[in-house]
Nanobody
Framework: QVQLVESGGGLVQPGGSLRLSCAAS????????MGWYRQAPGKERELVAA???????IYADSMKGRFTISRDNAKNTVYLQMNSLKPEDTAVYYC?????????WGRGTQVTVSS
């Protein structure tokens, strides 16, 4: 089992920044990739960014250049630095962990971009 706890969401003005954190616990060694997804009201959940155990990263096209994913292996934590936020970035952001077995999700953290 893997447990994921997100933090760092909140209300920010357009153009602002937020950093999300996802702390993993449990069977950490089984995790191959961790990532962030988001789901806006009335829309499907979509990939934001992901990072493999080897450090390779992938980003959704609309996030490239604005969002940066990173990980601190010593803390078993993945971060998502979000800059130049737009109202359309408003969503619940979910942490995700891929293993050779189950996929795990956090409960999500709300990000609202509004003036």
């Amino acid at each position: 089992q893997v447990q994921l706890v997100e933090s760092g969401g909140g209300l920010v003005q357009p153009g602002g920044s937020l950093r999300l954190s996802c702390a993993a616990s449990g069977k950490i060694v089984s995790i191959d990739r961790m990532g962030w997804y988001r789901q806006a009201p009335g829309k499907e959940r979509e990939l934001v960014a992901a990072i493999t155990s080897g450090g390779s990263t992938i980003y959704a096209d609309s996030m490239k250049g604005r969002f940066t994913i990173s990980r601190d292996n010593a803390k078993n934590t993945v971060y998502l630095q979000m800059n130049s936020l737009k109202p359309e970035d408003t969503a619940v952001y979910y942490c995700n962990a891929l293993t050779i077995g189950p996929m795990y999700w956090g409960r999500g953290t709300q990000v609202t971009v509004s003036s």
